[in-house]
């Protein structure tokens, strides 16, 4: 079946330092993935997504690129803040019900 | 434009009780879908509804039952709460053709 692998956090990181969050997919056709954010006490919320191989998605800073041969979408930014402290889950869809299949979970800690 | 909210946020319950968690949403989404999030597992799906008057099982479906009797409204219902069941739920809601699922702040849950 379809499956998502994040790298296990916390990861912890001093402000500005490069962010690289690991996710690959295991999935029998070309499902959408995304990465959502979840900032402590809330709900979450789509962070970037691609639809195809290839696609970069952008958002906040934050970038991910489709990658269909190595089957991974790894969430990068290049100069993290504090604020950027939060929860970030990968996840793909490959269903006509718009179902999601998610990661774990990695938490990112930033240092001032 | 409230999105998607949930109540109650938080409830206490003892072994045995039952309770009902609503959730709404105002963009006329036809998806609607109940998650618990327990610590190092991600999301887990319980139950869905692809639109009004209608509802499928998840992943873990078993001790709960739902509710789509208006289109805006989806209930999460336990009938006899289990310590296993202590949890954070998420309500989320999509449209039709949409892949970005909207959530609601969530409501935490604990069964003593």
């Known amino acids: 079946g379809n499956s998502v692998t994040q790298m296990e956090g916390p990861v912890t990181l001093s402000e500005e330092a490069f962010l690289t969050i690991n996710c690959t997919y295991t999935?029998?056709?070309?499902?959408?993935l995304f990465w959502y954010v979840q900032y402590p006490g809330e709900g979450l919320q789509l962070l970037l997504k691609?639809?195809?191989a290839d696609d970069k998605g952008s958002n906040k800073g934050f970038e991910a690129t489709y990658r269909k041969e190595t089957t991974s979408f790894h969430l990068e930014k290049g100069s993290v803040q504090v604020s950027d402290s939060a929860v970030y889950f990968c996840?793909?869809?490959?269903?006509?019900?718009?179902?999601?299949?998610w990661g774990a979970g990695t938490k990112l800690i930033i240092k001032p | 434009n409230a999105g998607v909210t949930q109540t109650p946020k938080f409830r206490v319950l003892k072994t045995g009780q039952s309770m009902t968690l609503l959730c709404a949403q105002d963009?006329?989404?036809?998806?609607m879908y109940w998650y618990r999030q327990d610590p190092g597992m991600g999301l887990r799906l319980i139950h869905y509804?692809?639109?009004?008057?209608?509802?499928a099982k998840g992943e873990v479906p078993d001790g709960y039952n739902v509710s789509r009797l208006k289109k805006q409204n989806f209930l999460l219902g336990l009938e006899s709460a289990a310590p296993s069941q202590t949890s954070v739920y998420f309500c989320?809601?999509?449209?039709?053709?949409?892949?970005?699922?909207?959530f609601g702040p969530g409501t935490r849950l604990t069964v003593t």
């Open positions: 989320a809601s999509t449209r039709t053709g949409g892949s970005e699922q909207y």
């Open positions: 999935a029998t056709g070309y499902p959408s």
């Open positions: 963009m006329n989404h036809e998806y």
């Open positions: 509804s692809v639109g009004e008057g209608t509802t």
């Open positions: 691609a639809t195809k």
């Open positions: 996840a793909l869809s490959e269903d006509s019900n718009y179902q999601l299949i």
